[in-house]
């Protein structure tokens, strides 16, 4: 009898750990590429994409006195914990919460980058950003415009955590990119890991328009990178080709860049093939000409990003593809995104766009 129940016990152990395994790698759907070139010399230190984030808001708070830092629970660093130890620092004039007041927030910080200040807004989830949504399109985006230039915005920055993280569902695992994309006035990025992260975060912080910046909130503690310590930018509306190849063009940003690496290496290893993966990092703007350039040369284009397939940025790219490289194109423009459906729960493996619908996509371009 003891025999048997020690067996059973074994057995439990072995199916909790295959389950365990499982769920891991289905709540984590890629393998992490990190990057390993440096945009400066000098010293590095380790970072994970949360403290690459809080590094530069770190920097901005030392060398800008008017810079301030707010949002929900931001005071004692945050749900991510992108803002820990700031207040301490800087002080609860410079670090401070907010009322659980999307819309609030977003005013505020218009006011307070009208006037001259350096805002970093947090909004705590992507999900919860569109009670904003007229602020930050009717006010904030068109500061500039419709008073000549006598009273930009641009010193206001709102971040915010998007895309999936394995649990989140449908108010905790959303990608709004391509909603702020239709906006003229603003910019949209979404960083694909830290040394990005800080680099885009920096720029957005000192740029002349109002910035969206979107955190893939998987990516915060995937993995560390060799980070410079040093204050540094990165251009936005500028991508990164981050593994070059002659077969196909694959295009995304975020976690998905991450996948179509992984996909390319699995074509590689497979198929024999090399594919061009391009990281866009601005949604708005975004660098037409690295994705054309790329796609005249390989004539194939795969386009990958976790928001829905209608109206999703990806359309956008594929549209200006077509009418830039329609004579070069060996296959009709693939897209592998998520569906027309609200975010699932317990589904949520079935609607990201992962390594085998990305694959199985590539593969049908390839075979055209």
Request: hydrophobic residues 40%; proline residues 6%.
């Amino acid at each position: 009898m003891s025999s048997l129940v020690v067996k059973r016990s074994v057995l439990l152990a072995k199916l909790i750990k295959h389950v365990n395994s499982e769920a891991k790698r289905l709540s984590s759907h890629f393998v992490y590429f990190p990057d390993n070139g440096k945009p400066v010399e000098g010293e590095t230190t380790k970072m994970n994409m949360m403290q690459a984030i809080n590094n530069a808001m770190d920097l901005t708070l030392r060398s800008d006195p008017t810079a301030v830092v707010f949002g929900e629970d931001v005071a004692f660093g945050g749900v991510f914990r992108c803002a820990l130890g700031l207040q301490e620092k800087y002080g609860k004039d410079r670090v401070f919460n907010t009322p659980l007041c999307e819309q609030g927030i977003a005013g505020f910080g218009i006011g307070l980058a009208t006037a001259g200040a350096t805002a970093i807004a947090e909004i705590q989830f992507a999900d919860y950003i569109f009670p904003a949504f007229d602020q930050l399109v009717n006010e904030a985006a068109k500061a500039r415009y419709r008073s000549g230039g006598q009273f930009p915005c641009g010193a206001l920055t709102v971040r915010t955590p998007c895309g999936a993280v394995g649990h989140g569902g449908l108010y905790h695992s959303q990608s709004p990119e391509a909603f702020f994309a239709h906006v003229p006035g603003l910019k949209v990025v979404v960083p694909r890991g830290p040394t990005a992260a800080k680099g885009l975060l920096l720029s957005c912080i000192r740029e002349k328009d109002p910035c969206i910046f979107l955190e893939p909130k998987i990516l915060y503690r995937s993995a560390t990178e060799d980070v410079p310590v040093e204050d540094y930018t990165l251009p936005l509306g500028k991508a990164q080709v981050l593994r070059e190849g002659d077969a196909a063009t694959l295009v995304a940003w975020g976690t998905q860049v991450h996948v179509l690496l992984e996909v390319a290496q699995k074509a590689h290893d497979e198929l024999g093939v090399s594919c061009e993966v391009i990281d866009l990092q601005s949604i708005l703007p975004w660098d037409e000409e690295t994705v054309c350039n790329s796609v005249k040369k390989t004539g194939r284009c795969l386009i990958a990003h976790e928001a829905p397939l209608t109206s999703g940025f990806g359309a956008e790219v594929a549209a200006t593809v077509q009418e830039e490289c329609f004579l070069h194109l060996e296959a009709p423009i693939g897209r592998v995104t998520g569906w027309d459906a609200p975010f699932p729960h317990v589904f949520e493996p079935f609607y990201l766009p992962t390594v085998s619908r990305c694959y199985d996509e590539l593969r049908r371009l390839l075979q055209y």
